[in-house]
């Protein structure tokens, strides 16, 4: 029981760490509202370091990441006739001041998804190797295309986020 409730108490901290990354990973792109892709940027960076070992362990740089998400963003434009030099620029960051949390519908699904799988395993805390989990089951949109622009299967990515979990819960029995 009281192990429970010190996993809730790590839940909430993880999640708040989680947000608030996402939400600053969006404002350095000069968007209000993240999406999926900011979240994985987020995960990338907590404290816990899974999401991070999981890209490493199949051979992917994690600061590659952002660069295939501006790729999907760039093709997107060039895709409606704007030129990949228009893309060029950098957009400005955004000082955001708001009170509540709001995602973009990509970043909504994410947080769905992972209260989901939250919800099958009370026993262990929330890790960015969770977001991974979810994000590698995404079929569409940015984070998708830009696992596959880094050549990152789902198959192969899910592989690696199970190693990554199970040699956390032998670390922690």
Same mark, same amino acid.
Not at 159 to 162: A, E, G, L, W
């Given at each position: 029981?009281?192990?429970?409730?010190?996993?809730?108490?790590r839940d909430m901290k993880t999640i708040s760490q989680l947000i608030s990354g996402a939400d600053e990973q969006a404002n350095i792109s000069g968007e209000e509202k993240?999406? %999926?892709?900011h979240y994985v940027l987020s995960a990338l960076n907590l404290d816990d370091g899974s999401a991070k070992r999981i890209f490493e362990s199949i051979g992917a740089d994690s600061n590659k990441f952002r660069e295939a998400i501006r790729e999907q963003y760039s093709e997107a434009l060039s895709f409606i006739g704007i030129s990949p030099d228009a893309t060029?620029?950098?957009?400005?960051?955004?000082?955001?001041n708001r009170m509540l949390h709001n995602s973009q519908p990509s970043g909504q699904e994410l947080m769905k998804s992972l209260y %989901?799988?939250?919800?099958?395993?009370?026993?262990h805390p929330l890790l960015g190797a969770h977001v991974i989990s979810v994000a590698a089951e995404m079929e569409h949109g940015v984070v998708a295309r830009a696992f596959k622009v880094m050549g990152i299967g789902r198959e192969q990515l899910a592989?690696?986020?199970?190693e990554e979990l199970d040699s956390i819960q032998c670390q922690g029995d």
């Open positions: 029981m009281f192990k429970r409730i010190l996993i809730r108490f993240p999406g %999926a892709e060029e620029i950098e957009p400005e960051p955004i000082k955001s %989901a799988l939250k919800q099958e395993d009370k026993e592989k690696s986020v199970k």
